[in-house]
């Protein structure tokens, strides 16, 4: 089998698909839970520690000087990051708690058991139609 055929073959497979499209969805609840965070929550945590905004939090190791820019340690985007992982992470964390329990319930319901068969059903008819007899 050629490379091309197979690799054909394993990219239109219904999971490949699944997955390239989850991972689509992924990248834009990433942005609007950055957005979340960045715009709705960090203000008021800043206000609340007195008029912080944390994307301005940093720590200068060396000043400006003609022509270079200066070093420092930009910890206040550090922990806007954390706080959007911390937040994507509690609602993948609530997605899969609902799904396993949507899971559990499914396999709790005992499934109704399949129809008989048309020859099944005969053979039943026949069986009653004997007891009838004298």
Same mark, same amino acid.
């Given at each position: 089998?050629?490379?091309?055929?197979?690799?054909?073959?394993?990219?239109?497979?219904?999971?490949?698909?699944?997955?390239?499209?989850?991972?689509?969805?992924?990248?834009?609840?990433? /942005?609007?839970?950055?957005?979340? !965070?960045?715009? &709705?929550?960090?203000?008021?945590?800043?206000? %609340?520690?007195?008029?912080? =905004? *944390?994307?301005?939090?940093?720590?200068?190791? /060396?000043?400006?000087?003609?022509? !270079?820019?200066? &070093?420092?340690?930009?910890?206040?985007?550090? %922990?806007?990051?954390?706080? =959007? *992982?911390?937040?994507?992470?509690?609602?993948?964390?609530?997605?899969?708690?609902?799904?396993?329990?949507?899971?559990?319930?499914?396999?709790?319901?005992?499934?109704?058991?399949?129809?008989?068969?048309?020859?099944?059903?005969?053979?039943?008819?026949?069986?009653?139609?004997?007891?009838?007899?004298?």
């Amino acid at each position: 089998m050629s490379m091309l055929k197979e690799f054909k073959e394993f990219a239109v497979k219904g999971n490949v698909v699944d997955m390239a499209v989850g991972i689509i969805i992924g990248v834009a609840f990433g /942005k609007i839970v950055s957005s979340f !965070v960045a715009d &709705v929550l960090m203000p008021p945590i800043g206000m %609340l520690i007195g008029g912080v =905004d *944390f994307s301005n939090l940093v720590i200068t190791l /060396k000043a400006a000087e003609e022509g !270079v820019e200066a &070093v420092a340690l930009r910890y206040g985007v550090f %922990l806007q990051a954390v706080f =959007d *992982f911390v937040i994507v992470a509690f609602a993948v964390f609530m997605a899969v708690k609902a799904l396993n329990s949507m899971r559990k319930k499914e396999a709790e319901t005992p499934a109704a058991p399949p129809a008989p068969s048309a020859q099944e059903q005969l053979l039943m008819e026949i069986r009653d139609l004997l007891k009838q007899k004298p």
